[in-house]
């Protein structure tokens, strides 16, 4: 049986085992819950209608960590406790106010580390955060350490090596010791087969959704299953 | 004669005219100073050393806005009073951070919006948050606003081009009504020929510098002069 709680900031869903035999708890971690531009929107700061929108100008005298209405980009961590205790950390989608996020939740819930990732599709709000992924990898001097796994799709993996080519290329330069950039390495989900893939011990199915002017259904969902 | 003088927040260098036809002030507002990666280093926090990074550590205790070791992505704003005591908002550099920026900066120093954009170099601390800018341009339904000038070398418009495709296309697709996108006009600063331009009433000579394993000079430094 899985239970479910709700924590006292609002963000960290816990489903925690009641077996006998009780190995650790999981939990959903909403790093962010808001639209593409998120909440605040600057433009109602800036220049403020009148009256003022209430929802965006709340983050003028409200911390961030006590106002519900301040809202990043969609994205989700599930850490998940297996079955020998360990926890894997699983980020989906790494959107603009990705580092704005990590800064805010991950040292607030402990988080040390990103397992693996899932790109749900190929917009701002949900890769543009990549460049800083880096700062949630181990960290070694020559940067030799073991790639993060990365599942998407190969439409969103077109758009994501034209936005950010350093971090899909993976040959040093000629004279070029290390590359301080993040080691990711890239799996491609394939395409309309809703056929499931394993990342970090969690089974994903993903599902095909059509988002908005787009006619192919090229952004996913996921159902997801312990194996 | 020009008086320039520091103000308590730390961050804004107002320039004054003490002439006896006083028409307004401009000031220099720093919104990032830090590295790349900006500061804290978020590994710093989430995987910390023992002992902890002093630096990076005071984050976790000390508000951004009380904290000089808080530092975003370097970025530049010119708030410039003309001889008609008009302001004009010229910024240079769009990094990673730039929400960020916005959040914490223009709302302090009551900054309206920006009127032309200066880009140094391609890379993701300096154009990252170009998907951003709409935020700060004048809002109307149907987003037939003015277009914000920007300028910037052809190597950094190939580059940006690739990232942010629906930035720089100009016509709407079939069927399509409104391009809810930041509206930019392109222009490019002319390649190793310290050639000035004029971004919102100030002259601009572009000074070519290599830049870290660069061969070529294709990042630039500013000198600025009043027309």
Redesign the interface.
């Known amino acids: 049986m899985e239970k479910v709680k709700f924590t006292n900031n609002g963000n960290c869903f816990e489903s925690e085992s009641e077996s006998k035999d009780k190995k650790g708890s999981s939990s959903l971690l909403f790093l962010g819950t808001g639209c593409s ?2 909440v ?4 109602c ?3 403020p209608s009148n009256p003022p929108c209430e929802v965006c100008t709340q ?2 005298s409200i911390p961030p960590e006590k106002n519900p209405n301040y809202r990043c980009n969609t994205s989700l961590l599930i850490d998940y406790s297996n079955d020998d205790g360990e926890h894997k950390y699983i980020l989906i989608d790494v959107g ?2 990705f ?2 996020q ?2 805010r939740w ?2 607030r819930h402990s ?3 990103v397992d693996s990732i899932i790109l749900t599709h190929e917009h ?1 709000d949900a890769v ?2 990549l ?2 992924i ?3 990898q ?2 070694s001097p020559t940067n030799d350490i073991e790639p993060t796994q990365i599942y998407l799709t190969q439409f969103a993996m077109d758009s994501v090596a ?2 950010f080519p350093y971090l899909v290329q993976k040959k040093l ?1 000629e004279g ?1 010791e290390v590359r301080r950039v993040a080691q990711l390495d890239w799996n491609i989900i394939k395409n309309d087969l809703e056929e499931p893939f394993v990342s970090s011990g969690l089974q994903f199915v993903p599902l095909p959704v059509t988002f908005s ?1 787009s006619i192919l259904p090229r952004c996913y969902e996921f159902t997801i299953f312990p194996i």
């Open positions: 531009s998120a605040p929107n600057v433009l700061l800036i220049q983050s003028l603009k106010t580092r704005e990590v800064l991950f040292t988080i040390p580390q701002a543009l955060g460049d800083d880096r700062a949630v181990p960290f034209e936005k330069k070029q002017e």
